[in-house]
Each structure stands twice: as C-alpha cells, then as structure tokens.
C-alpha cells in the first residue's frame, strides 16, 4: 500500500519504519520537509519524505500521527483529501488531566472526519503505545487493535496494515464507536504514566469462542 506519515514524531517514525520493513510504500510528511527526507533516507528505498501535501497526495492511506491539537491545522496543510483513507491515531488526555471536555461525543475521530472533506476516515492506534508496535506477543497473548470506521473497503485495508504490526484486529464498527474507543486511550495513558504500569502493556480482548 502506498502510505502517507502526516508528521515524523514517534509514532509516525515507528509505523513508518515497520510498515516500510513489511513492503509498503512510504512516504512521511513533516511540516519541516528535511526532517522527513532524512528519516526517509534512514529507513531506504521504499521510504520518501516531503511536505504534508506531497505525501497525502501520493498515497492512498494517510495516517495522522500529529497531536490532536494539531490535527485541524495539520489537514488543512495535507491539501485534497478527497476519497483518500485517513488513519486517526490521536489520543486525547481526559478532561481531569487537561483534555477538552467531559462529554464522550463528538469523538476526536467525527471532528477528524468533518475536517477532512471527503476522506474516509477510520480511527485506531490510539490505544497502544509506541513500544509495543511490532513487539504485540505478551506471553501467550496477542494484544487487540480496536478499529471503527464507516467505509467498510476502507476499514480491511486499515485492519491489514493492524495485521502487519501483529495485533489481532477488532472491528468495533462504524465510527461513530470512536466514543467508545477513545476513552480505552486515555485509559491506556493513566495506567501508564499515572499509575506507573508503564508502557510495557495492551489491552487485550478474551472471547470464549473463536473469532468469526
Ligand atoms: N507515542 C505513542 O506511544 C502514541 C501511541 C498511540 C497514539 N499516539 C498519538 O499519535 C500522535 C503523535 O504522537 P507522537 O508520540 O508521535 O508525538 P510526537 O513525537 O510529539 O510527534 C508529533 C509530530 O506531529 C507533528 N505536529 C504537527 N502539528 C503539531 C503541533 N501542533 N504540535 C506538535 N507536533 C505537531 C510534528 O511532526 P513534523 O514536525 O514532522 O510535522 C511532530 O513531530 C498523537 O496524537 C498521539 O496521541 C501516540
């Protein structure tokens, strides 16, 4: 797949350079288009770096690993997004640590997709941290990838790139489950970082039965 990094932090680098390893076509964007050539050049021949608009405009699939604060601002700089797949990976903190409001709706991924004319737009990542990206074997557990979205040939695409990190992928439905999901990252946060879990955990899906 012909991918687009809107913004070369930690999580833009990591995914680009997992998704790279696995065969697809990379391309970061950065708002300093330097920054993404070298990390481009860092990574080889199947990774190019440019503006956000160059990479946008070249892929099919373009993840906005940007801060949520600046997700609006970061879009607006991706040019036409028009039938394009875009990723939501932002975590947003919860209110009592300085997040935006108590109310769980709209999600962060709605507001993405009412930005991003056009786009289809799918959340995930959100739940997980950078470290356990390609490292998603905890013991004899596989750590679950929550993915919602409206566009179902949208979201199998989205769910193969999950594939490719290793998780085992759960479709939570339409988008508009982004209000159930989100939360699971800001959860993800507290247990991290505030209840000094550390990074070094997932959350995992059981079933009794095997999945469909
Ligand atoms: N780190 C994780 O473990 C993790 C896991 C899951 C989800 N996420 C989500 O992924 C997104 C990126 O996280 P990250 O850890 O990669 O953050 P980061 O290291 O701070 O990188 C964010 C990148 O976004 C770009 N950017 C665009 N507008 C920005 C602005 N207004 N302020 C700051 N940076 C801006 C910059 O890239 P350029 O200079 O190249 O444009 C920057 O390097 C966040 O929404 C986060 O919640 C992170």
């Keep these: 797949m012909k991918i687009a990094i ?6 833009g680098s990591t995914l680009g350079k997992i998704w790279a390893k696995k065969g697809h ?22 990774a190019t770096g440019g ?18 604060s600046g997700a609006k601002e970061s879009i607006k700089k991706a040019g036409d997004l028009e039938g394009k797949i875009i990723v939501d990976s932002t975590t947003t903190a919860a209110p009592h640590l300085g997040g935006p409001s108590i109310e769980p ?17 799918i959340k995930t990542v959100h739940t997980i ?10 013991g004899s557990q596989q750590a679950s990838l929550f993915v919602c979205g409206d566009d179902l040939d949208a979201k199998s695409k989205v769910k193969q790139l999950g594939l490719d990190l290793g998780f085992e992928v759960i479709d939570v439905g339409p988008l508009i ?35 469909k």
Excluded at 6 to 11: A, E, N, Q, S, V
Excluded at 28 to 41: C, E, M, T, V
Excluded at 105 to 114: G, N
Excluded at 181 to 192: K, R, S, V, Y
Aim: charged fraction near 20%; hydrophobic fraction near 45%; avoid cysteine.
């Design 6 to 11: 809107i913004g070369t932090g930690r999580l």
């Design 25 to 46: 076509t990379i391309m970061f964007g950065s708002q300093d288009p330097q920054k993404a050539i070298k990390l481009a050049n860092s990574i080889g021949s199947n």
């Design 51 to 68: 503006t956000y608009e160059e990479a946008s405009k070249h892929s099919e699939v373009i993840i906005l690993a940007v801060p949520y």
């Design 105 to 121: 709706a709209p999600s962060a991924a709605e507001k993405v997709a009412k930005w991003a004319v056009g786009a289809k737009v």
């Design 129 to 138: 941290g950078v470290e356990s990206l390609n490292k998603t074997q905890f």
């Design 177 to 211: 489950n982004a209000r159930l999901i989100e939360p699971l990252g800001m959860l993800w946060i507290e247990l991290a970082y505030k209840q000094g879990m550390g990074t070094d955990i997932a959350f995992k899906l059981l079933r009794r039965r095997k999945a």
